[in-house]
C-alpha cells in the first residue's frame, strides 16, 4: 500500500485510481465488444472478466453497473454453446436489474437484446421477438428510432423473420438497418467534408479514424452491414438498387475507416452490379463518384 503524508493525499491518491479503473472498465468492454461482434468469443471472455472485476472494485458486488459486463459473459457464452452458462449471467443481469431504482433505459435495452439472442439460440422465437421488441423500445428511448445504436435491436429481429421465411418483414427491417447506417456514416462525411482542414494535426497527419465509432461499434457496422449484403446478394437480380444501397454504405464505412481497398472493393462490386442491371445513368455516375474519392486519396495521401 502506498504511504500517505495526509488524508487529502489519501483521497487524491484513492480518485486516481478510481480514474485509472474507469478508463480500464471501458478499454475491456470495448476490447470484448470488438471480439464478439468479430465472432471470437472465445477471446472475448478473458476480457469481459476483467470488465466485471474491475466494476466490482470500482461500484460494489450489487451495483447495476456491473449488468453490460454480465452481458457480455452471456453472449460470448452462447456463442461459445454454452446455453445454461449463458442463462446464469443472463439471471445474474436480470436480478440486479430488478434490485436496481437507478437502471437507464440504455441498460434495459441491452438486456432485453441479449435475452432476444439467448431465445434465438433456444429457437423460442415467440419470446426472442418479445424481448427484441422490448429492446428497440427502450433504445429508441435512449436514443431514437433512427439511432445506430437502436438498428441491432432491428437487425436480430429482421434475422427471425428471415429464418422464418416471413421474407417481407425481413426485407423491411434490412431496408430500415442499412438506412439508419448509410445515414449516419453519409452525415458523418459531410461534417468531415465541410471541415476537413481540421482533420489534419499538427504534424500534418489524418486522424486515425473518421467513423466516430469506437472499435466495437466499428465491428458491429461491419458485421450487421456484411451480412445484409450477403442475404441482398441472393436477390441482386430482382432487387439490384437494394444490394447497390448496401454496396455503397460497406464503401463509405471502408472509406471512413481509412481502409481504401475495402472501399475501392465495395464500390467496384456496386458499380458493376449497377452496369450489368442497367440501373439509372444517374445511379452509375453517383458510384462512379465514389471511386474518385479513393483515387483522390491514392494520388494525394495525407501524410
Known sequence: MPFYNSEEERRHGLQQLQQRQKHLIEFCYTV???YLFEGKHAAAVPAA???LRFRMNVHGLSSVELVPAYLLLAEASLGLGHIVQAEEYLSQAQWTVLKSTECCSATHSLLHRNLGLLYIAKENYEEARYHLANDIYFASCAFGTEDIRTSGGYFHLANIFYGLKKL???DTLYTKVSE?????????????SRVRIQQIDL???????????DEAQEAEAIQILTSIWNIRESTSDTAPQKTVFVLKTLF???????NSSKAREYATRAFSLAK????????????EELLSLISAEEAHPIT
Open 32 to 34: 470484448a465488444q470488438k
Open 49 to 51: 472478466l476483467h470488465s
Open 168 to 170: 417481407d418483414l425481413a
Open 180 to 192: 439508419i447506417w448509410s445515414k449516419y456514416l453519409n452525415d458523418r462525411y459531410q461534417v468531415l
Open 203 to 213: 504534424l500534418g497527419k489524418r486522424f486515425e479514424t473518421d467513423t466516430g465509432l
Open 252 to 258: 463509405m464505412l471502408y472509406y471512413l475507416m481509412m
Open 276 to 287: 450489368e442491371q442497367n440501373l439509372s445513368v444517374h445511379e452509375q455516375d453517383a458510384i
